[in-house]
């Protein structure tokens, strides 16, 4: 039988723990270093989270801050282990977490595009002849030998974004990727994440702008205090979210 599933979460379980130290004085400070004795908080972040994503589907991840999402996308990625549960990935996968922040300030804009690239399987000479494009769509040309560190938020956010498209993963993990960078450049990428789902791409979108979810996405879920409240067809699920947002707000 063919697993037409580009992802799937299997009982997903995921804390963190908040340790807090009695520093306020010295003896406090000394006690606790003679003791290695640390209060702390576990805070559950995921809490039994199972589901499936399509090839070629976008599913939109919604819900209060605080619910999860994130962290749900990172362990999709690879980038945290869960504590309980799996993940499984069919294809080659590039998360868009925070824009840049993957990139090394000290290195230029073609040191990173490469380094970038190799990480996620690619050869050096694939990448070199993608810096061309990369660039291009970015806007960078004039800048491609200028350290990372002197960008703009919105010239780092333009390299970040041109440089994952242009990889062309199979599945593309979006955290709030339009909340970025100035209006025409929110255009341009909204624009190229068309012509990538057009190619039958899978993409997971977390994001705030619930109209711009409803009308992309093809499932939506919503997470609230780490577990999924609903999950289904948009209409459904994001009618219900609002009227719980409403009964909260009042």
Not at 226 to 234: D, V
């Amino acid at each position: 039988m063919i697993n037409d599933n580009a992802i799937t979460v299997s009982n997903i379980y995921k804390k963190f723990s908040i340790y807090h130290e009695n520093r306020s004085s010295m003896y406090g400070y000394l006690t606790s270093v003679i003791n290695r004795k640390k209060s702390f908080d576990e805070l559950v972040v995921l809490d039994d989270i199972s589901f499936s994503v399509k090839k070629g589907e976008m599913l939109g991840i919604i819900g209060f801050n605080g619910s999860g999402k994130t962290t749900l996308l990172k362990i999709i990625a690879k980038i945290y282990t869960p504590d309980k549960g799996s993940v499984t990935t069919n294809g080659t996968i590039t998360p868009l977490l925070e824009l840049g922040t993957g990139f090394n300030r000290e290195l230029s804009a073609r040191e990173n595009i490469i380094t970038y690239g190799v990480i996620l399987g690619f050869t050096k000479n694939e990448m070199v002849e993608k810096i061309k494009e990369i660039t291009r769509f970015a806007e960078l040309e004039k800048f491609l030998d200028t350290k990372v560190k002197n960008f703009s938020s919105g010239m780092n956010a333009r390299l970040a974004f041109s440089t994952a498209i242009q990889v062309d993963p199979d599945i593309l993990l979006l955290d709030e990727i339009f909340s970025v960078g100035d209006l025409l450049f929110r255009e341009k990428s909204f624009n190229a994440l068309m012509d990538f789902r057009k190619k039958g791409k899978t993409i997971v979108f977390v994001s705030h702008q619930i109209d711009q979810v409803a009308s992309l996405c093809d499932k939506v879920m919503w997470l609230h205090d780490g577990k999924i409240r609903e999950y289904g067809e948009p209409y459904d699920v994001i009618k219900k979210y609002r009227s719980f947002a409403a009964d909260k707000s009042h």
